[in-house]
Structure formats: structure tokens, C-alpha cells
């Protein structure tokens, strides 16, 4: 069955320093690839997505990642966190075919640290 | 810029009742989905929606649970006879032309079952 997994649940960063959040995948063929943001008591944004091309991605908020097809990876990158960036973090993968749907990851709650 | 919205923001109700979660998608977007996220768990699909039709459903989404779009801007999501478990953050998205685009998120309905 496709899965999506975010190994890390809970992550503290202090302010300025880099973050990578990390995600795999599993699926028989290569999936459309998402992160979304969630602050408390907001909704799901999009922070980025990977259709095809350019393995390297980036999207708002100085965030970007990286689809690597041999390690069924899109992890999250910034170079340099600012405490504004704390929230959940969810991976999510499209199925390719007539609903879109998205099957998300457990996500990762990034703290940072002052 | 277009956003997806929700009503209620939060909605308490006995068990045994019906509920019915609104939801005002992207003006030109031709999918609806909803999702529902319980607390502490990871966000799950329930259904896609796209020409009047559901396209597509969850296990999660049984008899007790139905959708609509009574007019040509609201998507509603009816649960008929309301369980403890029940409780959670349902979200609705919607995405545009073609299945295979990004979904964008409302703010969510925190349902609380008592």
C-alpha cells in the first residue's frame, strides 16, 4: 500500500540555523510530491510541490527540497530558520489517476529555539 | 488572492446528531475533497467530488457520511447520525482544471462529538 513517512516527529532548531525535514515514500511509480504547512489553529498551505523536471523545487518562505528517485525522498530544506517557521510540517504524495487525492505523512512539529 | 473558506470554525454537538460542514471552494476549481485530520493523528482523505459526483471515497466515509454542492459555489459534508469518534478537524481543499493540480486548503471545522 502507498505510504507516506516522516520520521521524525518533533524537531527544535535554534533561530538561524539550517533544517531539513525528511520524507519517504512509498509507490510503485513516481508520485506528485507536496509539503504543507500547518500553524496552529490555521489550515494546510502549500509550502512547495514536485510534478516532474528539475529534481530541486522551490517554493515560499525560503524553503525548498529535493526529489531523489533512488531514495524515495523529498526532504524539506532552509537554509536558515526564523522563528516564524514554527508550525507542523506534513508531507504528502498524489496518486496520479482520476481523484488526486493525497495521502499525507504523520508530520513534523518544528520548534525554534531563540 | 483566492482562498478556500469554512464554516463553522468550531461546532460541539451530541452524539446522535447530524452535522453538516460548509465549505466555499475556489471560485474556478471544478474538485472538492474533504479531509478530516484527528487530533494528534495525520491527515486522511475522505472523498473527491468533481462533476456532481463523488469520484472517489475512503473506508472512513461509510453511509453515515454524504456530500453536496446544493448550489454553484457551497460543498457541504453531512454527517447523519454523529459518533464520539467522529471528532476532529475536518478540512475541505479544492484544486482547479484538472485532477492533477495542487489542492489548496480551507481553515478547517474543529468538530467536537459529546
Known amino acids: 500500500a502507498q505510504s507516506v513517512t516522516q520520521p521524525d516527529i518533533h524537531i527544535t532548531v535554534s533561530e538561524g540555523a539550517s533544517l531539513e525535514l525528511r520524507c519517504n515514500y512509498s509507490y510503485g511509480a513516481t508520485p506528485y510530491l507536496f509539503w504543507y504547512v500547518q500553524s496552529p489553529g490555521q489550515g494546510l498551505q502549500l509550502l512547495l510541490k514536485y510534478f516532474s523536471g528539475d529534481t530541486l523545487v522551490q517554493g515560499i518562505k525560503g524553503f525548498e527540497a529535493e526529489f531523489k528517485r533512488s531514495q524515495s525522498s523529498f526532504n524539506l530544506r532552509k537554509p536558515s530558520v526564523h522563528w516564524s517557521d514554527a508550525a507542523e510540517y506534513f508531507c504528502a504524495v498524489a496518486l496520479a489517476g482520476a481523484t488526486n487525492k493525497l495521502i499525507f505523512g504523520t508530520g513534523t512539529l518544528l520548534a525554534v529555539q531563540p | 488572492e483566492p482562498e478556500v473558506t469554512q464554516t463553522p470554525s468550531h461546532q460541539v454537538t451530541q452524539m446522535g446528531q447530524e452535522v453538516i460542514l460548509r465549505c466555499v471552494p475556489i471560485s474556478n476549481h471544478l474538485y472538492f475533497y474533504w479531509y478530516r485530520q484527528i487530533l494528534g493523528q495525520k491527515v486522511e482523505f475522505l472523498v473527491s467530488f468533481y462533476n456532481n459526483e463523488i469520484s472517489e471515497k475512503s473506508e472512513i466515509f461509510d453511509d453515515q457520511f454524504s456530500v453536496e454542492r446544493p448550489d454553484g459555489s457551497n460543498f457541504t459534508l453531512k454527517i447523519r447520525s454523529t459518533k464520539l469518534e467522529d471528532s476532529a478537524m475536518y478540512f475541505c481543499?479544492?484544486?482547479?482544471?484538472?485532477?492533477?493540480?495542487?489542492?489548496?486548503f480551507g481553515p478547517g471545522t474543529r468538530l467536537l462529538v459529546l
Open positions: 481543499a479544492s484544486s482547479g482544471m484538472r485532477s492533477q493540480e495542487t489542492q489548496y
